[in-house]
């Protein structure tokens, strides 16, 4: 190994060796990352104090910092107290009460906080009812009823009064007295928080301090800009001049005896093969594999739980969370590289029958490895088998549009200062059929969701169905698009599990089903146009300005196709419907987020792309084996205190192994490809 490789070797040991101080940190107070940073902020502080003796600038400076510092915490945390506590990290022990008369005593979990009832007149009969504020148009449903003890036993009495809510969302809660409502308010509750709530009013006054939970996300990102601190340290010293003679120096110590003739003639073909290699990589666009290894990263992150925290899961429906965004920008991704894979092999010569039959074969091997995913777990039932799935999905987009794209795109685009004033819009007017294609989708789309008569449903609905509009469609969850899947597949053959159902309840609905194909098939189209804009515009000012009008353009489509809000518009953005306003603003995100990608990594350079380069580079290896191995040692293991601290740090390293892992296959050149 070279001194050159070796020490690229060593921010990925380093960030090793972090992700493991941040579990030694979990299980052992005695090594706090808090009070170690504090100290060593204090000796920073009172070196600058002695350095700056009588310059009052420093100390109005280190105020400002602090006061924004402060300012920002508040602002994202509600706190300005950062430090994780061992008691809140490892799960604070809490009990609270069901209630009612049959009320027990049972554990505050994570994402719970309690309520306490302070009781109001004893001659009244009170009911507590209560609702998740997520919950569009559902009903409220009694959480608490006041009960009658025949006993003086402390732990019934608090388990009568007391009962548990979720802390994700904001909770609706009213009073009810002798059968009329009497008051109601709407709170954000804290984890693992007790709360008194006072039945005549309903004043909320807080017992026990609650945990912030989203502290660990703060030390998280502490931890990965250290990551990225150290990186540019280590290229900054690695680029300077002195480094650089000491490498030589060290290179000229170790020099190896004189080549003989068939050892040049060897040496002299690698060098030759290593130049060829070069002046390929120096040809790629290497933002489209940072993007790639985003997305993939971002995924198993999610998959594996995300920390538990609501936003890096599924949205209950309409709206968009982290989660959501990964899998369209992973079909837009492909339709980027899809057009640029497809134009290099038309350029050299490649027959379009024989490019049309390998994307054939790529679909088909990746519905089948969906089917082995859908599998996994002994779901092998031929009963029960879930036939949708993500890779599925990404099989028949991929030979819907790769076929047509292998069949319609020219061999070569010519220089567009040689089309007039059609040059411009080349990407455009050089695509007429797959537009043509892709509103064809669009229509049929629209028309089946719109139009299709749904038994016991009404025409059009996209709604969740269960509680939502007060329990009147409870079987209607998806409307159309859940009658296709059932028609098709059958009820058993779907996904059971929708993100709906913790909130909504409702029946089974599967994302990723035939008619929401259609709306992926567009959102493919949309990334060749990216590729196309590659392809035709060769100066990077004029790919950037298309990408930002196509970003713009999108996104004011779905704003507008949503009704600038999230339960009200005309198609609210939806992925569990993969609805057209959905499509349209995580393609916006897409374009946006490319251009920045772009002008980052390939036309500033300021950023190599790194570490998100490698897993880009090996994506559906990277999808495969997470999938495979979720569960496993040493990617998770069953937590010890199931707090979000221990997950996110949990799920961090377990998508920061695959991310390692993604680093090593590359560096032994090892991809898997379809």
Request: charge should be positive.
């Amino acid at each position: 190994m070279s001194v050159g490789q070796w020490l690229e070797s060593w921010d990925l040991v380093l960030g090793t060796l972090f992700f493991s101080r941040l579990l030694v940190y979990i299980l052992w107070d005695k090594f706090s990352l808090v009070v170690h940073t504090r100290i060593l902020s204090g000796y920073i502080r009172q070196i600058a104090y002695q350095f700056w003796v009588g310059v009052e600038w420093v100390e109005c400076a280190v105020e400002l910092v602090k006061e924004k510092y402060n300012q920002v915490l508040v602002y994202y945390f509600n706190t300005t107290e950062v430090r994780l506590e061992m008691a809140d990290i490892l799960n604070r022990k809490l009990e609270c009460g069901t209630g009612g008369p049959k009320a027990t005593l049972g554990r505050v979990h994570i994402d719970n906080a309690c309520i306490q009832l302070e009781a109001g007149n004893s001659s009244d009969t009170y009911q507590v009812l209560a609702q998740n504020y997520q919950c569009w148009k559902c009903p409220l449903e009694e959480a608490w009823q006041s009960p009658v003890l025949a006993t003086a036993d402390l732990s019934q009495v608090n388990a009568s009064y007391s009962f548990q809510v979720q802390t994700r969302y904001s909770t609706v809660l009213e009073v009810v007295r002798n059968g009329n409502s009497s008051c109601n308010t709407t709170h954000h509750f804290e984890q693992y928080g007790v709360y008194q709530l006072d039945l005549n009013n309903c004043e909320l006054s807080v017992i026990t301090k609650p945990v912030n939970a989203f502290l660990p996300i703060f030390w998280a990102f502490v931890f990965l800009c250290l990551l990225a601190g150290l990186r540019l340290a280590y290229q900054s010293v690695y680029k300077t001049a002195v480094f650089r003679r000491f490498l030589v120096w060290v290179q000229l110590r170790s020099e190896s005896p004189p080549l003989l003739e068939d050892e040049e003639a060897q040496d002299t073909a690698q060098l030759l093969d290593t130049a060829e290699a070069a002046a390929k990589k120096a040809r790629r666009v290497k933002s489209l594999d940072a993007f790639r290894g985003m997305a993939i990263t971002i995924m198993i992150f999610v998959n594996y739980g995300g920390g538990s925290y609501y936003f890096f899961n599924h949205s209950p429906w309409n709206g968009l969370t982290v989660a959501d965004l990964v899998f369209p920008w992973f079909i837009w991704i492909m339709g980027v590289s899809l057009a640029i894979s497809t134009q290099s092999q038309l350029r050299n010569s490649m027959p379009r029958k024989k490019i049309v039959l390998r994307v054939i074969k790529r679909s088909i091997i990746l519905i089948f490895l969906g089917l082995i995913i859908n599998s996994e777990g002994r779901r092998n039932d031929l009963r029960t088998m879930r036939f949708p799935g993500v890779l599925q999905r990404f099989g028949v987009t991929y030979m819907v549009v790769g076929v047509m794209e292998s069949l319609l795109l020219p061999r070569q685009y010519p220089d567009i200062s040689l089309r007039g004033m059609l040059g411009p819009v080349l990407d455009l007017t050089s695509s007429v059929w797959q537009w043509l294609a892709a509103l064809l989708c669009l229509g049929l789309h629209t028309a089946i969701t719109f139009q299709l008569p749904v038994p016991g449903c009404p025409t059009g609905y996209l709604g969740p169905g269960g509680l939502a509009d007060n329990k009147t469609h409870e079987n209607c969850t998806g409307g159309a698009a859940m009658w296709v899947d059932v028609s098709v597949f059958g009820s058993k053959h779907i996904y059971q599990s929708p993100s709906s159902t913790p909130v909504y309840h409702g029946v089974a609905h599967d994302p990723e089903g035939l008619l929401g194909t259609l709306t992926s098939i567009v959102m493919c189209w949309l990334g060749v146009a990216a590729g196309r804009v590659l392809l035709v515009h060769q100066e990077w000012q004029s790919r950037v300005k298309r990408w930002v009008v196509w970003g713009v353009v999108c996104g004011l489509i779905a704003a507008s196709l949503a009704g600038f809000s999230q339960n009200q518009g005309v198609i609210p953005i939806n992925k569990n419907l993969w609805s057209i306003s959905f499509i349209m603003a995580t393609a916006s995100m897409a374009f946006i987020l490319l251009t920045t990608m772009y002008l980052l990594i390939d036309v500033y350079r300021f950023w190599s792309g790194s570490p998100l380069y490698f897993p880009g580079m090996n994506s559906i290896l990277l999808y495969m084996g997470h999938e495979i191995c979720s569960g496993m040692f040493p990617w998770s293991w069953k937590p010890l205190g199931n707090s979000h601290a221990e997950l996110l740090a949990m799920n961090m390293w377990g998508c920061g192994l695959w991310v390692l892992t993604s680093y090593v296959l590359y560096k032994k050149k090892m991809f898997l490809a379809l």
